[in-house]
């Protein structure tokens, strides 16, 4: 998968995905999730094994389940919304 130009994706198996707007919703396990992005939402509910730079803004309650949020991808000045479910970061120990 490449890119979502303002829509809504829904990986059903784990993905690496770029947004330049819309939302995509990723219910697997991927690594740098959405590199260069610049606007939209991307919301991860399984595993990040590697994270991009990105600034962390704290939690928001998505179905029960608790997301932290990131904004990014600070590289390319972005100011997409990055939610991953908490479990998935639990294993990490550097996020940044």
Do not use: H
């Not at 490449?2 to 690496?16: F, I, Y």
């Amino acid at each position: 998968m490449k890119r979502s130009e303002k829509g809504l994706m829904l990986p059903k198996r784990n993905s690496g995905s770029e947004t330049r707007g819309g939302k995509i919703v990723i219910e697997g396990s991927t690594s740098m999730p959405a590199g260069e992005m610049k606007s939209g939402t991307v919301i991860i509910k399984g595993k990040v094994s590697d994270l991009l730079p990105s600034k962390e803004e704290g939690t928001e309650e998505i179905e029960g389940a608790i997301f932290r949020k990131f904004t990014g991808d600070v590289n390319v000045g972005g100011k997409g919304l990055l939610l991953i479910n908490e479990r998935g970061l639990e294993s990490q120990k550097e996020l940044n």
